[in-house]
């Protein structure tokens, strides 16, 4: 594949295809349209077929795209034809909120424990996990081969957790947290700012723009 | 202003630029880089100085950014010179942690009640607010001027709820279900979809793309 760099707007955006597509492979119907894609996506057609072109179009026939294939495709360049093994660090509302959300699961994203240190806490079960005293975090690590960690801490405490497990494995961190937080090289940091999305919506009603219209 | 198509990206980057700048104005700092920015925002100052340039690039002096300034200038851009009304509807887990994050509300938007049709929930109080039956839902839209609703709701029920207050007033829903909602033209829809946030993750780890150093 070239060597193109791609919008991760983009990337996001074939993340929500292809949960559209498992839909439609339940469904069992074997061919769509980009313009069936986009409204099931709230996307538009043509943004679809850009995406798509970025990964040389997906083959699409005169009848539309193979579902299957497609969705294939598209996992396979999301990188979701392997499982990625995650824990998840503070057990507040939003901690749970995510141990609770079976749409990780069913992507491949397996969550192997949960942590936190309020002894409230730590011992109840949510879904078929029991939250673990988050000072056996390490030892777990060690014997358990996990990629990712989701952080739903309080921002004072997270980068004292992110410095702990250092040289454990973590490839990726998924902070909910709104602070920023360093990690070595190599670990790849998400924060995931949920004002954002309000302030953008703000941004949007000011200035008249439909999102839906673009 | 120019009418320039502004990349989503930067109107989300402005927001978490905004936040650091509050954290700046807070600790006294006067004027500040792009470079200092970018250390705080986990971007890199090219970038900043791009989302930046859209509007103008906020009159820079050699010394750096007037904090103050450079944060009201943004703020207004985003649409946050005026408070925002919301509701959330759906207290689960998700719907708790929003009601209880005071993130939304340091930020403009207030949420002005919280809504479950369950009745172990009803009555229950979160934060400042106690949460209501969702019947008398359309009643408190009528008394209140509410501009945005958020939806923590199972994905089944969430089109119907959208359905209920067409013609109230709402301007923006964000939809944190898995489903695509359809609202009259003029209502902006985001969905918040917490799978993609991993997804983009997937790719960039199997691709080796460090998000950091782009």
Same mark, same amino acid.
């Given at each position: 594949?070239?060597?193109?760099?791609?919008?991760?707007?983009?990337?996001? @955006?074939?993340?929500?295809y292809? @949960?559209?597509?498992?839909?439609?492979?339940?469904?069992?119907? /074997?061919?769509?349209?980009?313009g069936?894609?986009?409204k099931?996506?709230?996307?538009?057609?043509?943004?679809?077929?850009?995406?798509?072109a970025?990964?040389?179009?997906f083959?699409? @026939?005169?009848?539309?795209?193979?579902?299957? /294939?497609?969705?294939?495709?598209?996992?396979?360049?999301?990188?979701l !034809?392997?499982?990625? @093994?995650?824990?998840?660090?503070?057990?507040?509302?939003?901690?749970?909120?995510?141990?609770?959300?079976?749409?990780?699961?069913t992507r491949?994203?397996?969550?192997?424990?949960?942590? /936190? !240190?309020?002894?409230?806490?730590?011992?109840e079960?949510?879904?078929?996990?029991?939250?673990?005293?988050?000072?056996?975090?390490?030892?777990?690590?060690d014997?358990?081969?996990?990629?990712?960690m989701?952080?739903?801490?309080?921002?004072?405490?997270?980068?004292?957790v992110?410095?702990r497990?250092?040289?454990?494995g973590?490839?990726?961190?998924?902070?909910?947290a709104?602070?920023v937080?360093h990690?070595?090289?190599?670990?790849q940091?998400?924060?995931v700012?949920?004002?954002?999305?309000?302030?953008?919506?703000?941004?949007?009603?000011?200035?008249?723009?439909?999102?839906?219209?673009?």
């Amino acid at each position: 594949m070239k060597k193109v760099k791609i919008p991760e707007a983009t990337i996001a @955006r074939l993340s929500v295809y292809s @949960r559209f597509l498992n839909r439609m492979e339940k469904n069992g119907v /074997d061919t769509v349209s980009s313009g069936e894609i986009a409204k099931g996506t709230a996307s538009n057609s043509a943004q679809v077929r850009k995406d798509f072109a970025y990964f040389g179009g997906f083959g699409k @026939r005169g009848v539309g795209y193979d579902v299957i /294939d497609l969705n294939r495709n598209i996992k396979e360049i999301l990188g979701l !034809n392997k499982e990625w @093994r995650a824990i998840i660090v503070g057990m507040g509302n939003l901690g749970k909120a995510l141990a609770y959300y079976h749409g990780f699961s069913t992507r491949g994203f397996k969550i192997m424990g949960l942590f /936190d !240190n309020d002894p409230q806490k730590i011992g109840e079960k949510i879904d078929t996990l029991t939250v673990q005293d988050d000072q056996v975090m390490e030892k777990f690590l060690d014997n358990n081969e996990i990629d990712i960690m989701i952080l739903t801490l309080p921002a004072e405490y997270t980068q004292a957790v992110v410095d702990r497990v250092e040289g454990k494995g973590i490839k990726g961190i998924l902070n909910f947290a709104p602070t920023v937080i360093h990690a070595s090289e190599g670990t790849q940091i998400r924060n995931v700012d949920l004002a954002v999305h309000l302030e953008v919506m703000s941004y949007n009603l000011t200035h008249s723009i439909n999102k839906e219209q673009e």
